[in-house]
C-alpha cells in the first residue's frame, strides 16, 4: 500500500513519464526559500523587460505599487496562474479586448449624456440658490465652480459622502430644489459607476499584460534551472492526462493502481479530480478480478480551502462520476456518515436549525438530502444562545452587552452539566474573527471587573533573541550570508553561546566550520 499526497503522487507519475510530460526527470522540486528567490527574480526580469516592451503598464505598476505590494501581486498572479493561463491564450490583447466589451455591457451608461443631463439640472438648481445663509452661500459657490467646468475630467465627488453613498439634499437649502437634487444624484451615481468601471477596466488591463509577462517569464526561468514548484505537479500531470499520451500512462499506472482512497475529497480543486478521474476511469472501463475500487471521503460542510483554489462544487461531480459509471457488479455506494464524535446535541440541533430551510440547505451543499446531526454524546449538556444587536449598535457598546451577559452567566450559580460545578470566568473562551476590535473587547471585561488572560499583543520578530537566532539559522543554511552580520548577533546573543559542557560548544564549532553544507 502507497500513502502520499497528491502532489507526491504526481511527482512519482512526471518523473516515471518525463519524455511524455515534457520535463526531465531530473526536476528539482522548490522549497519554499527557493520558490521565493525565483520569483524575485521573476520580477526583477520583468521589470527590467516593461519599460521597453510596456511602458505604460511599467508606469501604472510604478505609481500604484510602493514596497513589497508589487511582489505580492506577482505571488497572486502565480497563485492563480492556471486561470491567468485561460484568460491569456490568446494574448493580452485578446483578452484585454474581452475585458473591455464585458465592462461595457456590465455599464450601459452613457457618461457623456449623464454628465450633459447632470449640468442641466445643476443649471437649474442654481437660480434657486438665492439665500444668504451659510449652507445655500456654500454650496451655491460649488455648484457654480462644478458647473464652469464640465468636461471629461470633472470630479463629481461633492454629490457623495466620505463613505461613497450618495448626499442627502442639505438643510438650508430651498425646498423646491429637492426634486432637482435627486435628478443629480442619479445621474451622478450614473457617472460614478461609469467612472469605477473605467478604473477597474485600466487596473485589470494592467494586472493582465502584468502577468502576461509574469509567466512567460517564470516559465522561461523554471526550465533553465531545471525546477518545478507544487503547482507544476498538479498541472503537468492534469496535462499529460489530456494529451494522446494518456492512454500509455494509464495503461501503465493500470498495473500498479488497484484501489484509489481519496481523503478531504471536500477539498479537491477541479484539476486535481480530473486527474482522480482520469486514472480511476480505467477502474470502470474494464474492471478487473479482483475488482478496483474508487473510495472517496470527504463532508463537503467543511470545505474550507476556496483561498487556495478547492471548489465545493467538485464534490458533486464526484458524486455524478461514480453514479453514471456504476454497473450492477461494482455498484456507487454512498455511505453517509452524520454521527458527530466530538459535537454536544445542543450544537449539532443548532446547525440542523439553521439550514433546515431549503434555500439555505442548498446553498450549503446542494444535496437533496436534509441535513440531520446524531451524537455519540447523548445526555451532555450545552445550550446556545444568540445575542442579539442593531445595526448600527456601537462596538462598545456590543462588548459591554457581552460582558454584563458573562457577568450574569457566574453569578447565577448555573452548574455545567460536564462537571456538576458552577461556570466560573476561567470556563469561557471569547473567539473572535479578527484582532481589530480585541481592545475594546479588553476594556469592556476589566470595566466589569471580569479577570481574563489580556491581550496577546506578542510579536515574534520583535524579540532581539529571536531575530538573532533567526540570523544565525540562515548563516548556517547560507554560506553566502553576511559574515559580519552573523558575528554580531552571535556576539550579541549570550544565550546562543551558553553550553551546558564541553560538548555543546564542539556542537557550535562544527556547526561554524561547516556552514552552508548541512
Known amino acids: 500500500m502507497q500513502l502520499s499526497t497528491i502532489h507526491s503522487f504526481c511527482e512519482q507519475i512526471l518523473r516515471a513519464f518525463p519524455f511524455e510530460s515534457g520535463i526531465t526527470s531530473t526536476f528539482t522540486l ?17 521589470m527590467r523587460e516593461l519599460p521597453h516592451s510596456a511602458p505604460t503598464t511599467f508606469t501604472a505598476l510604478c505609481q500604484r505599487y510602493k514596497g513589497g505590494a508589487l511582489l505580492n501581486l506577482v505571488d497572486d498572479i502565480l497563485a492563480q496562474r492556471s486561470n491567468f493561463s485561460t484568460l491569456l491564450a490568446a494574448g493580452p490583447a485578446a483578452a484585454i479586448t474581452q475585458l473591455e466589451q464585458a465592462l461595457r455591457a456590465a455599464t450601459p451608461h452613457d457618461a457623456t449624456s449623464a454628465a450633459s443631463a447632470l449640468h442641466a439640472a445643476v443649471g437649474q ?10 449652507t445655500t452661500t456654500e454650496w451655491r459657490q460649488k455648484l457654480q465652480l462644478l458647473h464652469s467646468q464640465q468636461s471629461a475630467s470633472t470630479d463629481y465627488a461633492l454629490f457623495f459622502t466620505k463613505s461613497g453613498e450618495p448626499r442627502a439634499y442639505q438643510r438650508g437649502l430651498p425646498a423646491e430644489g429637492a426634486d432637482l437634487w435627486a435628478a443629480i444624484s442619479t445621474h451622478a451615481s450614473a457617472l460614478q459607476a461609469q467612472a469605477l468601471s473605467v478604473e477597474q477596466g485600466n487596473q485589470t488591463a494592467m494586472v493582465l499584460e502584468l502577468a502576461h509577462h509574469v509567466l512567460a517569464t517564470y516559465s522561461v526561468l523554471k526550465n533553465q534551472r531545471n525546477v518545478a514548484d507544487f503547482d507544476d505537479l498538479i498541472h503537468l500531470t492534469h496535462r499529460l492526462l489530456q494529451t494522446h499520451h494518456a492512454a500509455w500512462v494509464r495503461f501503465k499506472l493500470d498495473r500498479r493502481v488497484r484501489h484509489l482512497l481519496l481523503d478531504e475529497a471536500q477539498d479537491t480543486d477541479r ?4 486527474i482522480i478521474a482520469a486514472l480511476a476511469d480505467e477502474f470502470f472501463a474494464a474492471p478487473g478480478t479482483p475488482p478496483r475500487t474508487l473510495f472517496t471521503v470527504g463532508d463537503i460542510k467543511q470545505s474550507i480551502y476556496r483561498f487556495r483554489g478547492s471548489e465545493p462544487e467538485v464534490f458533486s461531480a464526484m458524486h455524478q462520476f461514480m453514479q453514471q459509471r456504476q454497473t450492477a457488479a461494482h455498484p456507487a455506494v454512498a455511505v453517509p456518515m452524520n454521527t458527530s464524535f466530538r459535537s454536544a446535541p445542543a450544537v449539532l440541533g443548532f446547525v440542523d436549525a439553521c439550514f433546515a430551510d431549503p434555500t439555505l440547505k442548498h446553498a450549503l451543499d446542494g444535496l437533496p438530502e ?7 454524546h447523548l445526555g451532555a449538556g450545552g445550550v446556545v444562545e444568540l445575542l442579539t444587536a442593531a445595526p448600527e449598535t456601537s462596538v462598545r457598546h456590543l462588548y459591554n452587552q457581552l460582558a454584563q451577559h458573562l457577568q450574569q452567566l457566574v453569578n447565577s450559580n448555573t452548574v455545567l452539566a460536564t462537571t456538576g460545578r458552577h461556570v466560573d470566568y476561567g470556563d469561557v473562551l471569547v473567539l473572535m474573527q479578527a484582532r481589530t476590535h480585541v481592545a475594546e473587547l479588553a476594556a469592556a471585561l476589566n470595566a466589569h471587573g471580569i479577570p481574563h488572560t489580556g491581550l496577546d499583543t506578542l510579536k515574534l520578530h520583535d524579540d532581539p533573541l529571536v531575530r538573532d537566532t533567526l540570523d544565525v539559522a540562515e548563516w548556517l543554511l547560507n554560506p553566502d550570508y553576511d559574515q559580519a552580520r552573523f558575528d554580531r548577533s552571535y556576539a550579541c546573543t549570550p544565550r546562543l553561546r551558553v553550553a551546558a559542557s564541553e560538548a555543546d560548544c564542539n556542537f557550535y564549532r562544527v556547526l561554524a566550520q561547516n556552514a552552508g553544507r548541512l
Open 125 to 134: 438648481l442654481l437660480p434657486l440658490l438665492t439665500g444668504s445663509n451659510k
Open 30 to 46: 522548490l522549497d519554499e526559500l527557493a520558490q521565493a528567490d525565483l520569483i524575485a527574480a521573476t520580477l526583477d526580469h520583468v
Open 370 to 376: 436534509a441535513l440531520v446531526h446524531h451524537t455519540t
Open 271 to 274: 484539476q486535481q479530480w480530473a
